[in-house]
């Protein structure tokens, strides 16, 4: 389909990312190209045993590698959820989209979903081996539940292409960039891994994740009974960091390594602060992922006028000062430049399914290694759907 016979829909999109702590939802006007307009945006918190039972299905993920039998049991367990939450984030969209007028005729529902799903594993391509990526859910039993198109599994393609599979969101980065004006600029996510997607003055993409972000800081947070994570950033504050062990940390060879590259969730954990006291760990983990970050925008082929940072990660004042201290010019949160920057991974997956629909790639060989523009995304139509 080309631009001018495609007109914008409203697309949603579903993320929950590796935090295990929601799935996050929003609905966007957008022609896969540009971003027209918004609607709502919705959270829908995990329970405590959803999470248990996701963070179950991760650790048998860990445990099998892609080695041996699958563990179904656990990954079941963890699709059933995933449906379940999935539609009340949806019922809950829809009950949004009503409050804020968007009625049926006016074109205000969501004629196409795309869901990332949960990943449980993730494999980086390397020399002896192709890469591999793995995000529960089931996109079938989903578009029946809702009775309506639904666009998942969007890695895959990419890895099978022989790219990293990830990130996937600077297709969406770029088109919000784009609403902003020239220059160069760099789009940093703060989920459980940080990544961040650059744009240059000539318009050329790079994106890399750069390290941690949340994951080891809240892994290091539960595992001292202190609750899910450093709210307001106050352990890391109390904390010294311990700079000998930050040069051991960034001795690991993920950093000499040229981008795009991808990381597992749990490639960097909680362990590398192992021997340190709670609060110099949780001062230690958080400065290793700021740094990480500064460390990868340092390197860019040309120095952005400005980062703009979207995840839970931005809701960390001890974070966010770090990396104002360690990056070479202004942060700024998501919401300063009008943006949402707890819905913009969901946004990126419903502006991805519009991408997928009309065959567009959703990644390049600057965003993801891949050898060429690559297409992703598997779609779904109920039986009783027809046509979008």
Known sequence: MTGEEFQPIWAAGF?????IDAVDGA???????????FGPAIERPFTAEERAGLEQATQAARAWNWRGTEPDKAFSLARDILVATHHDAYIKLESERHAAGLQAESAGHPVLVGVHGQTVLHRPPSEAQTGATLQLFDGPRFA?????PVIHDFRTADVAAGGQGAPLAPAYHAALLQRLGAGPAVVLNLG????????LSDGTLIALDTGPANGPID??????????RDENGRF???????EGLLAQLFEHPFFSAPPPKSLDRYDFNASMARGLSFYDGCATLTAFSARAVATAITRLPEPP???IACGGGRHNP???????EALPCPLLAAEAVGWRGDSLEAEAFAFLAVRSLRGLPLSWPGTTGVPGPQQGGILTRPSALSGV
């Open 27 to 37: 609905l966007i006007l957008t022609d896969g190209e540009r971003v027209i307009d």
């Open 144 to 148: 029946r539940r809702i009775d309506g």
């Open 15 to 19: 993320m929950s990312g590796t935090s």
């Open 192 to 199: 459980g891994v940080a990544n961040i997607t650059a744009r």
């Open 305 to 307: 006028v400005r980062v």
């Open 236 to 242: 890391a504050e109390r904390g010294l960091v311990h």
């Open 219 to 228: 892994e290091w947070v539960t595992g001292h009974d202190r609750g899910l």
């Open 318 to 324: 001890s974070l966010m000062r770090m990396l104002r």
